[in-house]
């Protein structure tokens, strides 16, 4: 079975421009996770959706950051405008349930200059 | 919140050596996983194990709920062991059923 698909796994681009992250779930899964991992916070949980409603968004940094699931097996996270602190690394993770075990896409490493 | 703490944070062992990985969490837990960051940065489930033990290759796993830890075994380690092991934890109380709370991990690096 195919795993979470992430894309890009590289990123980089200039502080002001827009970026767009995209994950493909594992099929059958119905909640999906962003997460961002920097040296000086871990990982910390972005946005989670259940059935493509995103549920609990509170750990999105600011306006500057959205995400999407325009349908049940595809989503997006966008910075526009971006700024060099956004520079990390940010996981995508799938699960068939909220409480079940999650499975991690191989992320994407984002560098704003 | 629920408190998670691994030990040790930093590992060195020669190839062929066993080591025991260690979790502690402050609550009762629905869901614990183990992963294992590789140097590449990918993360990789190792196991599900919120109670119990598992055992997948040189890699096994015990889970002590009612003490409230988890071990992690890896013997005849190889280099490809070396990464960054975390612990991460679903709490049974509260609303949100679906947070995991990871740990600041172990460092492992296994020399030739």
């Known amino acids: 079975d195919a795993g979470v698909i992430q894309s890009p796994r590289h990123e980089v681009t200039e502080m002001g421009q827009e970026v767009t992250l995209r994950c493909k779930l594992i099929?059958?899964?119905?909640?999906l996770f962003w997460y961002r991992q920097t040296m000086m916070r871990g990982l910390e949980l972005l946005i989670y959706f259940n059935n493509n409603v995103p549920i609990d968004d509170s750990g999105m940094p600011e306006d500057r950051f959205s995400a999407k699931m325009p349908n049940a097996s595809f989503s997006t996270l966008k910075i526009q405008p971006s700024e060099p602190r956004d520079s990390a690394v940010y996981f995508c993770a799938s699960s068939l349930a909220g409480e079940q075990p999650q499975h991690f896409g191989d992320g994407t490493r984002l560098s704003i200059l | 919140g629920i408190q998670v703490e691994q030990s040790p944070p930093d590992l060195i062992l020669q190839e062929g050596a066993n080591s025991t990985l260690r979790c502690n969490f402050s609550?009762?837990?629905?869901?614990l996983q183990w992963f294992h960051q590789n140097p590449w940065g990918q993360l990789i489930n190792l196991f599900y194990i919120p109670s119990g033990t598992k055992q997948n290759g040189r890699l096994s796993a015990t889970t002590v709920a009612t003490e409230r830890y988890s071990l992690l075994y890896i013997s005849s380690s190889q280099t490809t062991d070396s990464g960054v092991y975390f612990c991460?934890?679903?709490?049974?109380?509260?609303?949100?059923?679906?947070?995991?709370?990871f740990g600041k991990g172990t460092l492992l690096t296994v020399n030739p």
């Open positions: 609550d009762s837990v629905n869901n």
């Open positions: 991460a934890v679903l709490p049974w109380s509260g609303g949100s059923n679906y947070k995991l709370t």
């Open positions: 099929s059958g899964h119905n909640s």
